[in-house]
């Protein structure tokens, strides 16, 4: 079955608990800083798939190498 035509007629509130409880949730946040990263971090660890955005290109280079820009 669709997944979409499964939650047709749920409340989106009812939505997006379930795609909370069942970790197929995308979550996005803005600014991978001393505040974002470690948030996508906790994220990701629980299951879920992370988008990050950052307006700095070499901070967004050394993430998507693996590589923290932290120096702590």
């Known amino acids: 079955m669709n ?23 995308v979550i996005g946040i803005v600014g991978m800083g001393y505040v974002g990263l470690p948030l996508g971090l906790v994220f990701a660890d629980q299951g879920f798939r992370v988008v990050g955005f950052d307006t700095d290109p070499a901070k967004v280079e050394q993430l998507n190498r693996g590589v923290s820009y932290f120096r702590h």
Do not use: H, V
Request: net charge positive.
């Open 3 to 25: 997944r979409m035509k499964e939650f047709e007629s749920t409340r989106p509130s009812e939505l997006l608990k379930a795609r909370i409880e069942d970790k197929s949730a």
